[in-house]
C-alpha cells in the first residue's frame, strides 16, 4: 500500500501533464509579425509571396496608413512589372524579430494603381484595414500597397499566420499516466504477503486451531489453497470494464505505412495552371471584369455618339470604325448604328499563359441584341495599361470558332513569318485585301468561299456594270494596314488573324461635262452636295477574322467573321 499510493499520484501528475500541453500550456492559435518601424517608405509597397512563410492556407494582412490607400492582390511576376522601376518597398518573409524588409531607389512617383486589369483582388482602407491573403490558385501571388501613387505607401504592415499547435508528448504522457494510475490501483487491492513464505504457521495437533482449519478443507490431512488474484489478471480485468485502459485506444492515433511507390512515372502534357504552362494570365473573375468595363464603355460612348468616351477602353480597327460610325450617324439620321458589344454570355474565350506584354486576349460573346456572335479581340500593350477592344467581329454564317490551343502555347505569333503556319499573318491579311480589290487574281483560290467576300466582290461587279454609271470611271482599292494585324495560334496548329483594310470606292467622271449624281444618297449627307463635277471618294474600313491553316495543310484560309463600316465621302 506504501509503494501504491505515490505510483498512483506519478501517474495523476503524467496525466494532468500532458493535458496541461493541451490546454494551459498549448501554444498560441496564430503568430503575428510587424515591419520594423524604421522602414523606408517609397510610393509602394509590395508584400513578397514569402511574407506567407510557409502557410498554404489564408493569412491576415493588416495595414495602417495616415489616410487612404489601396491594397491590391496580383501575380508576383505582374506586381514586379506594374511598379517597374519606381521607389518601394519589399516585404520579403519572416525574420528574427520583425518581417525581413528592404527598399529599392527609384522613381519616385507611380499612376494610381485602382482600377489595374492586373489584380485579381482589389481592397480601399481608409486608416487601417485587415485583409485574409489566399492564393486563388496555385503559383505565386504578391500584394500591392499605394496612396496615390505620389504619397508614401503604407510601411505599417503585419502578418498573422496559424502557429504550429502540435503537441506531440500530450496524448503519451495522457496514456502513460493513466496505465501508471490503474498499476498503482492494482497493487492497491493486492493483499499483504505474511512474513516469511506468506503462509500462516501450521497449527499443533490437538488444538482448535488446528480442529477448525481441518473441518474448514473438509480433508483429515492438509488443505488445498486458492491463489490470490496477481496484478496480470487485475489489469486485464479492468480493460474490458470501462477503466482508464479502456478508455484510451479511442484516444490513440495510428500512422499509415507510407503507399509503395511506383517503378516508374509517366509525364503528360501541362495541364492548363502547371508549372510547367503557367496560369493564364487573366481569371475568370478578372476577364468577367474587363469585359465588363468594356462593354460599358463601349454602350455609353454608343448612347452619346462620342468617340472620345472610348480612348480608355477602345483602340484600334474597333475605335476606327466606331468613329466613323459617330461621324456618319451626325450627318445621316438613317444611317445604321453600330452592332452593341456584349460581356456576356461568354461563349469562349483564349486566354494565354506567358507572362510577357503585348497580351491578347479572344472573347466570343452574344448579347440579346447581337444577331450573331461576335468575336472580341483584346489586347494590353505593357503593365500599367488596360486591356482595350482593337477589334469587334460578327462571326459569318455558317462559320466555326477555332479550337482553343494546348495550355501554354497561346499568344501572339510572328506576324511576317509564315512559320509553322501555311502563309505569314501579315501575308494573309495582304491576300485577302488584294483578293477582294482584284477577285480575278492570283489570289483567287486562296481563300474558300465566305459571304463576307461574296457580299463585297458582288456589290463592286454590280455598281460597275450598272447603266447608270456608264459616264464614271469607277474604282475599288482595299489595302490592308499593318500595324492592326494580330495572330494567335489555334487548337490544330494554326492561327487566328484579325486584320483591317481600308476599302476606297472612288467615282470619277469619264469626260469634260460630265457629273457625279450624288442626290438622295448618303454621300449627298456626308458631302452637302447633290451633284460632283471632279467625283468622290468613298472610305470604309473592314475588319476581318480569318483562320490560316498549318504549314502543310492542302485546306485554303477561310473569313470567320468580319465587320465593314463607311468612315467618310469626301470630294475631289
Same mark, same amino acid.
Do not use: C
Given at each position: 500500500?506504501?509503494?501504491?499510493?505515490?505510483?498512483?499520484?506519478?501517474?495523476?501528475?503524467?496525466?494532468?501533464?500532458?493535458?496541461?500541453?493541451?490546454?494551459?500550456?498549448?501554444?498560441?492559435?496564430?503568430?503575428?509579425?510587424?515591419?520594423?518601424?524604421?522602414?523606408?517608405?517609397?510610393?509602394?509597397?509590395?508584400?513578397?509571396?514569402?511574407?506567407?512563410?510557409?502557410?498554404?492556407?489564408?493569412?491576415?494582412?493588416?495595414?495602417?496608413?495616415?489616410?487612404?490607400?489601396?491594397?491590391?492582390?496580383?501575380?508576383?511576376?505582374?506586381?514586379?512589372?506594374?511598379?517597374?522601376?519606381?521607389?518601394?518597398?519589399?516585404?520579403?518573409?519572416?525574420?528574427?524579430?520583425?518581417?525581413?524588409?528592404?527598399?529599392?531607389?527609384?522613381?519616385?512617383?507611380?499612376?494610381?494603381?485602382?482600377?489595374?486589369?492586373?489584380?485579381?483582388?482589389?481592397?480601399?482602407?481608409?486608416?487601417?484595414?485587415?485583409?485574409?491573403?489566399?492564393?486563388?490558385?496555385?503559383?505565386?501571388?504578391?500584394?500591392?500597397?499605394?496612396?496615390?501613387?505620389?504619397?508614401?505607401?503604407?510601411?505599417?504592415?503585419?502578418?498573422?499566420?496559424?502557429?504550429?499547435?502540435?503537441?506531440?508528448?500530450?496524448?503519451?504522457?495522457?496514456?502513460?499516466?493513466?496505465?501508471?494510475?490503474?498499476?498503482?490501483?492494482?497493487?492497491?487491492?493486492?493483499?499483504?504477503?505474511?512474513?516469511?513464505?506468506?503462509?500462516?504457521?501450521?497449527?499443533?495437533?490437538?488444538?482448535?486451531?488446528?480442529?477448525?482449519?481441518?473441518?474448514?478443507?473438509?480433508?483429515?490431512?492438509?488443505?488445498?489453497?486458492?491463489?490470490?488474484?496477481?496484478?496480470?489478471?487485475?489489469?486485464?480485468?479492468?480493460?474490458?470494464?470501462?477503466?482508464?485502459?479502456?478508455?484510451?485506444?479511442?484516444?490513440?492515433?495510428?500512422?499509415?505505412?507510407?503507399?509503395?511507390?511506383?517503378?516508374?512515372?509517366?509525364?503528360?502534357?501541362?495541364?492548363?495552371?502547371?508549372?510547367?504552362?503557367?496560369? @493564364? $494570365?487573366? +481569371? =475568370?473573375?478578372?476577364?468577367?471584369?474587363?469585359?465588363?468595363?468594356? *462593354? !460599358?464603355?463601349?454602350?455609353? &460612348? %454608343?448612347?452619346?455618339?462620342?468617340?472620345?468616351?472610348?480612348?480608355?477602353?477602345?483602340?484600334?480597327?474597333?475605335?476606327?470604325?466606331?468613329?466613323?460610325?459617330?461621324?456618319?450617324?451626325?450627318?445621316?439620321?438613317?444611317?445604321?448604328?453600330?452592332?452593341?458589344?456584349?460581356?456576356?454570355?461568354?461563349?469562349?474565350?483564349?486566354?494565354?499563359?506567358?507572362?510577357?506584354?503585348?497580351?491578347?486576349?479572344?472573347?466570343?460573346?452574344?448579347?440579346?441584341?447581337?444577331?450573331?456572335?461576335?468575336?472580341?479581340?483584346?489586347?494590353?500593350?505593357?503593365?500599367?495599361?488596360?486591356?482595350?477592344?482593337?477589334?469587334?467581329?460578327?462571326?459569318?454564317?455558317?462559320?466555326?470558332?477555332?479550337?482553343?490551343?494546348?495550355?501554354?502555347?497561346?499568344? @501572339? $505569333?510572328? +506576324? =511576317?513569318?509564315?512559320?509553322?503556319?501555311?502563309?505569314?499573318?501579315? *501575308? !494573309?491579311?495582304?491576300?485577302? &485585301? %488584294?483578293?477582294?480589290?482584284?477577285?480575278?487574281?492570283?489570289?483567287?483560290?486562296?481563300?474558300?468561299?465566305?459571304?463576307?467576300?461574296?457580299?463585297?466582290?458582288?456589290?463592286?461587279?454590280?455598281?460597275?456594270?450598272?447603266?447608270?454609271?456608264?459616264?464614271?470611271?469607277?474604282?475599288?482599292?482595299?489595302?490592308?494596314?499593318?500595324?492592326?494585324?494580330?495572330?494567335?495560334?489555334?487548337?490544330?496548329?494554326?492561327?487566328?488573324?484579325?486584320?483591317?483594310?481600308?476599302?476606297?470606292?472612288?467615282?470619277?467622271?469619264?469626260?469634260?461635262?460630265?457629273?457625279?449624281?450624288?442626290?438622295?444618297?448618303?454621300?449627298?449627307?456626308?458631302?452637302?452636295?447633290?451633284?460632283?463635277?471632279?467625283?468622290?471618294?468613298?472610305?470604309?474600313?473592314?475588319?476581318?477574322?480569318?483562320?490560316?491553316?498549318?504549314?502543310?495543310?492542302?485546306?485554303?484560309?477561310?473569313?470567320?467573321?468580319?465587320?465593314?463600316?463607311?468612315?467618310?465621302?469626301?470630294?475631289?
Amino acid at each position: 500500500m506504501k509503494t501504491a499510493v505515490p505510483i498512483i499520484v506519478a501517474g495523476l501528475l503524467l496525466m494532468l501533464l500532458g493535458i496541461g500541453q493541451r490546454t494551459v500550456w498549448a501554444p498560441a492559435e496564430t503568430v503575428t509579425a510587424g515591419v520594423a518601424q524604421d522602414a523606408e517608405a517609397g510610393p509602394v509597397t509590395v508584400i513578397e509571396p514569402g511574407a506567407r512563410g510557409d502557410v498554404e492556407g489564408p493569412v491576415e494582412v493588416t495595414v495602417e496608413a495616415e489616410g487612404p490607400f489601396t491594397l491590391a492582390v496580383g501575380r508576383a511576376s505582374d506586381v514586379e512589372a506594374w511598379v517597374g522601376d519606381a521607389a518601394h518597398l519589399s516585404i520579403t518573409g519572416p525574420g528574427e524579430e520583425a518581417l525581413a524588409s528592404g527598399f529599392s531607389e527609384g522613381e519616385d512617383s507611380v499612376p494610381d494603381p485602382r482600377g489595374s486589369d492586373l489584380w485579381i483582388a482589389e481592397e480601399s482602407g481608409d486608416g487601417s484595414l485587415t485583409y485574409r491573403w489566399n492564393a486563388p490558385i496555385e503559383g505565386d501571388w504578391s500584394i500591392l500597397l499605394a496612396a496615390d501613387g505620389d504619397a508614401p505607401a503604407p510601411t505599417q504592415v503585419s502578418v498573422t499566420t496559424p502557429n504550429d499547435q502540435s503537441t506531440p508528448l500530450a496524448l503519451p504522457l495522457i496514456i502513460g499516466g493513466a496505465v501508471v494510475v490503474v498499476l498503482g490501483i492494482a497493487l492497491l487491492l493486492i493483499p499483504p504477503r505474511r512474513p516469511g513464505n506468506g503462509h500462516r504457521p501450521a497449527p499443533v495437533e490437538g488444538t482448535r486451531a488446528y480442529a477448525r482449519r481441518h473441518a474448514a478443507a473438509g480433508t483429515p490431512g492438509g488443505a488445498s489453497r486458492i491463489a490470490a488474484p496477481g496484478a496480470a489478471l487485475l489489469v486485464s480485468g479492468l480493460v474490458g470494464s470501462g477503466s482508464l485502459l479502456g478508455i484510451a485506444p479511442s484516444m490513440a492515433t495510428t500512422t499509415p505505412s507510407p503507399a509503395p511507390s511506383s517503378a516508374a512515372a509517366v509525364n503528360g502534357a501541362p495541364s492548363a495552371g502547371s508549372e510547367a504552362s503557367g496560369p @493564364p $494570365v487573366v +481569371l =475568370d473573375a478578372q476577364l468577367d471584369r474587363i469585359l465588363g468595363a468594356v *462593354a !460599358s464603355t463601349v454602350t455609353d &460612348a %454608343d448612347a452619346a455618339a462620342d468617340a472620345e468616351l472610348l480612348a480608355p477602353r477602345v483602340d484600334g480597327a474597333a475605335l476606327e470604325l466606331r468613329t466613323g460610325a459617330y461621324a456618319v450617324g451626325a450627318k445621316d439620321k438613317e444611317a445604321t448604328a453600330p452592332v452593341p458589344v456584349a460581356a456576356t454570355p461568354l461563349l469562349l474565350d483564349m486566354v494565354p499563359t506567358g507572362t510577357g506584354w503585348p497580351r491578347t486576349i479572344v472573347a466570343l460573346t452574344q448579347g440579346e441584341d447581337n444577331p450573331v456572335p461576335q468575336a472580341l479581340l483584346l489586347v494590353q500593350e505593357a503593365p500599367r495599361e488596360n486591356y482595350r477592344l482593337t477589334s469587334a467581329v460578327q462571326m459569318l454564317p455558317g462559320s466555326t470558332f477555332p479550337s482553343p490551343p494546348a495550355p501554354g502555347a497561346t499568344g @501572339p $505569333v510572328p +506576324l =511576317d513569318d509564315a512559320g509553322v503556319l501555311a502563309s505569314a499573318p501579315q *501575308a !494573309s491579311v495582304a491576300s485577302i &485585301a %488584294d483578293f477582294l480589290t482584284k477577285p480575278s487574281g492570283p489570289n483567287a483560290e486562296t481563300f474558300e468561299e465566305n459571304s463576307f467576300a461574296e457580299a463585297i466582290t458582288g456589290f463592286q461587279a454590280d455598281v460597275v456594270a450598272d447603266p447608270g454609271n456608264k459616264a464614271a470611271r469607277i474604282t475599288f482599292t482595299h489595302a490592308a494596314q499593318e500595324d492592326q494585324t494580330q495572330a494567335l495560334l489555334t487548337g490544330d496548329g494554326g492561327a487566328m488573324v484579325f486584320g483591317y483594310l481600308t476599302h476606297t470606292y472612288s467615282s470619277v467622271p469619264k469626260a469634260r461635262g460630265d457629273t457625279i449624281d450624288l442626290k438622295g444618297t448618303v454621300y449627298q449627307s456626308l458631302t452637302g452636295k447633290a451633284v460632283s463635277g471632279k467625283g468622290i471618294d468613298v472610305n470604309s474600313g473592314e475588319a476581318v477574322m480569318m483562320y490560316v491553316p498549318p504549314a502543310g495543310s492542302e485546306d485554303r484560309i477561310r473569313v470567320i467573321g468580319a465587320a465593314q463600316q463607311l468612315l467618310s465621302a469626301t470630294l475631289r
